[in-house]
């Protein structure tokens, strides 16, 4: 179909609180589709980690250049009709209403889901990470789930890391009509 064909490619943003694993099945989704990955919290600025860092969470107004220039990832990597998975927390649904308006195009979101202790766990046990353990609960209090959301894949995190991102990559075939476009 010719629309299919100048559908822009799937971008992909993994999203969840800190220690739910963005990042790992965020590379794993980009590796078996042939697409790049890009971590999110890479694009944040300084100021940023360093407020976390310190333990103090960020405000909505502190996030809003964050999520612009992962809008800005995203409309590069469509412009030049390439596929892209990128990881972010968009914790609440006018974050994530935002990305939608930036990628103008085609964007669907994995969902990591787990419970508190289970996250808890995953942050204490990482090393050398800015975001300490302390904010997870600022976190939860702040996500809005994406629950009845369109293109929209939830993923319970307590399984094996090649299962989640297999469940990721077989939901947004099904969620997203055409599935991933590799570009």
Request: proline share 4%; charged share 20%.
């Amino acid at each position: 179909m010719e629309l299919d064909k100048e559908a822009p490619p799937l971008a992909v943003v993994v999203m969840g609180v800190s220690g739910c694993g963005k990042s790992s099945v965020g590379a794993g989704i980009a590796t078996r589709n042939g697409v790049r990955f890009v971590e999110g919290d890479q694009l944040h600025p300084a100021a940023n980690v360093e407020k976390m860092a310190k333990g103090i969470p960020l405000t909505d107004a502190d996030r809003l250049p964050w999520l612009d220039r992962i809008g800005e990832e995203i409309k590069t990597a469509q412009r030049a009709s390439q596929g892209l998975v990128i990881s972010c927390s968009a914790l609440k649904r006018s974050y994530r209403d935002r990305l939608r308006q930036a990628a103008g195009g085609r964007l669907a979101f994995v969902f990591l889901e787990g419970s508190r202790d289970l996250l808890l766990s995953r942050m204490q046990a990482r090393q050398g990470h800015f975001m300490p353990a302390s904010l997870l609960d600022s976190q939860l209090q702040t996500l809005e789930p994406p629950t009845g959301e369109a293109g929209v894949v939830t993923v319970a995190i307590d399984m094996a890391l090649d299962d989640m991102v297999a469940l990721a990559c077989e939901g947004l075939s099904v969620a997203v009509k055409g599935g991933f476009h590799a570009g």
